[in-house]
């Protein structure tokens, strides 16, 4: 499948116009999210990884290069052009797993507009999927204060493809693994899994199925005690720990995945620890999310582990980021970058080539952040690194682990209000004065001269 | 990539213990939706084609292999007999297109319980998100009523097989066509577009832009006018619709994205009619969904065209349906099926191989569905069809355009309430009495015997 044609049409068709009409020009544009989503304080950038490979491997196919041309829309020259396609400009993007702000670019790409505007639909897809899930599992990783969060979404995510990066972008934010294999082989991240009711249900009984299972996998069984009835599940989940625990085997866990967790899981906990299997410890599963789980251990639920799946893996209550890529300014005849920005209602822009700068107090705490012009002389850390210069990739992905420790000992150094989940806390991000001022300069410029 | 590695971790571990316990026994799984999602009366079918290929296809790679001998977890036989694994049972299932309900089995496994087990994450994953887009995509189609939708969801779905998914599964909803090239070629889609901002601003101003684009496509452009100020762009919009016409060239459209869509389209409307550009289409495009068009149609808007993008590409209201993959029944030591359910609270499914009646009256409607088991003598249309005998596909594709088809002229012979986009409207699907009793003794003597 060639991924190089997966881009809206009007890219292309944009792109020829170029190829006529603009065909030395250059721009830089920017992918940011315009507004947080209801429930976020922040986002976790993700997807930096992805897009490097997609851009290093950009090269349609020839069967690709056929289908555009049966469409009659496109001139040879410029099918000519983009076989012989190769990026050759500058990006500069967050790290993955650095946490961002609404009006914040995460990617900005200078290039020949050509090149800068045919990445559009990869980039946007690909921040708008992996941040917006890393951005959801993190929220229910501090939610579950330090106990184990599993990902659990293959089945109810979106097509394989999502199912994998919500496996890698959940790992970043904080998850301890997965149960998706293939991830787990391509990410190296850790693997997970109990059974199944229907493993239960096609045994004799409930007792024989624990028996074949705890059998099969003395060192590492979770058994699923719901399928009949709970409590009954649980004695006979206690029969079968006692059993390995004569076989110098420990019962790695129980599930429960319905019923009122609180008062299973308290009940599972001291009969667990009444026979003598303190270590035997207790997952929690079934449509949980952030506001579950807080609530059930506020309530005191005595759970180790939880199986998070759906509602991480689709950010349900927040599906899509308002992830949007904008042209900041572009070349003019002589070859000179002039600001440029929308004015369009409640959708304007800010022009210019522009750097994110995190302000740290003495104690190395953030205290704002400011969005300013790059190059310009701003105290804080610059969030923006260059990845590619001159169509070379130059940044190096630290691995998963280390980006996922990056995650939170950066978010350490937040406002300790970011990490709580009613998402009401606001952290500041500044405008500078002279981004401020290049606005209004050309705002009103546009007003005046270039509509006509 | 290996696909057929994407799967949960405990299909596998499951697959040992029936290895070493149960290598005789078959089963049957279903697969459904528990409860339809707010706002849907109805869902349809969709994935099936990428199940069909996933089973025939499956065969662990080398590398896969090796990944899961290194886990540590799995006995030499069983990964033996992985590595020759071939689906060898039958499958059966509802068209691409068919309108389904709570509680009916979209696709019916039967096969040995090993083979039935390691289909589930993959067959759940695909059901899952085409169903869901398909079911949202065909809302939004009727809100339209009959005006022209387009697929513009690539750069918000969830990946790039989301996004591939969301072409096919919106225009078998009957959407009219995508922006996403990759999805125009897989699957023989119409593609279309129009131009971003960014176009416009690359340019010294806006009827430059207008005037370089219309002469590279002068067949095929559409305008977007609210870069600046949208009434001037109109006016743009229309001198270069009436240069075109001098060039005995058809403008093709201006679109709108973003204001007071009713009142700008009413206006442009009028402005084109006026200047002699009737054949000029309206396209409006900006965060739609159903109800937005419902309302913009509702208050007159003048719209030929609407290109509808995140809401309809990650269902937004609904991103994943409540699909599930449950045994209903298993082999006993002599080979005979045994219905099987479970107990848990709130999750009590139906036991047995079962069949979904769908009942026509004398003018050929349909009054209601019946769930009944498969074999019984009952009345209407059979929805499940054979789709695999024996592990031999024998299901062809009818292609995604006589699909299309289908699911609008199927959805007419449904009460005309059905396809109200308030989703109050409940079809009738009732239990067979023999279904019901099956039930009801079964979970008698599992509360009596099973459970100890």
Redesign the interface.
């Known amino acids: ?3 190089s ?6 890219e ?3 792109a ?3 190829f ?3 065909p030395q ?1 250059r ?1 830089t ?1 920017d992918l940011f999210v315009r507004r947080l989503p209801k429930n976020r304080s922040f986002l976790v950038a993700c997807g930096l990884e992805d897009i490097l490979q997609y851009i290093k491997n950009w090269k349609l196919s020839a ?2 290069l056929d ?2 041309r049966s ?1 009659g ?1 496109f001139s040879e020259e410029f099918l000519e052009y983009l076989c012989g396609f190769k990026f050759s400009g500058d990006v500069f993007a967050m790290p993955e797993g650095e946490i961002f702000f609404a009006d914040e670019p995460v990617i900005r790409v200078t290039a020949p ?1 050509i090149e800068a ?1 045919i990445l ?3 980039l ?3 921040i ?2 992996q941040s917006a899930i890393a951005s959801k599992a993190v929220r229910v990783v501090l939610s579950a204060n330090k106990r184990v969060v599993f990902d ?1 979404s ?12 919500a496996a890698r972008s959940s790992y970043i934010a904080g998850c301890y693994g997965t ?4 991830a ?3 990410y190296g991240i850790p ?9 239960v ?7 024989d199925s624990f028996l ?2 705890a ?3 003395p060192k ?1 069984s979770v058994l699923l005690v ?5 409590k ?1 599940g649980i004695k006979n989940a206690i029969t079968i720990g006692l059993y390995l625990k004569e076989k110098k085997y420990n019962l790695s866990g129980i599930r429960l ?3 009122d967790i609180v008062s299973l899981s308290k009940y599972a906990r001291v009969m667990l620890d009444k026979a003598g299997l303190k270590y035997v410890k207790i997952f929690a599963s079934g449509n949980l999310d952030e506001f579950k789980i807080r609530d059930l251990l506020r309530r005191g639920a005595c759970v180790d582990n939880f199986g998070v799946g ?1 509602n991480m893996g ?3 209550d927040a ?2 980021l308002d ?1 949007i ?3 900041s300014e ?1 070349t003019d005849a002589s070859g000179k970058f002039i600001p ?8 304007v822009t800010y022009p210019g080539r522009k750097q994110v700068f995190r302000v740290q107090n003495n104690s190395g705490k953030f205290t704002r952040d400011i969005l300013g012009i790059a190059g310009e002389g701003l105290p804080g850390k610059q969030l923006l690194k260059k990845v590619i210069g001159r169509g070379r990739i130059i940044y190096k992905s630290p691995g998963v682990k280390k980006i996922r420790e990056f995650t939170h000992s950066n978010l350490d150094k937040f406002p300790s209000s970011l990490k709580n989940i009613s998402g009401k806390y606001k952290y500041p991000v500044l405008i500078s004065p002279k981004l401020r001022s290049l606005r209004s300069v050309l705002s009103q410029q ?1 007003r005046n ?4």
């Open positions: 499948m060639d991924k044609l997966l881009l809206d049409l009007y292309l068709t944009m020829q116009a170029y006529v009409y603009k020009a721009a544009f069967s690709s289908y555009l469409l829309t507009i505007q559009e639909s990869f946007l897809n690909t708008n999927l659990f293959l089945r109810r995510t979106h097509g394989f493809d999502a199912a994998l990066h149960s998706n294999c293939l787990g082989k391509l693997i997970a899994g109990t059974m199944a009711h229907s493993f249900l096609a045994f004799k009984n409930e007792l074949a299972y059998e099969t996998f590492r719901d399928t009949y009835d709970t009954n995945d319905s019923g759906t689709t950010s349900i599906p899509s992830v890529y904008k042209i572009v440029a920005m929308k004015l369009s209602k409640a959708k546009l001269n270039k509509i006509n």
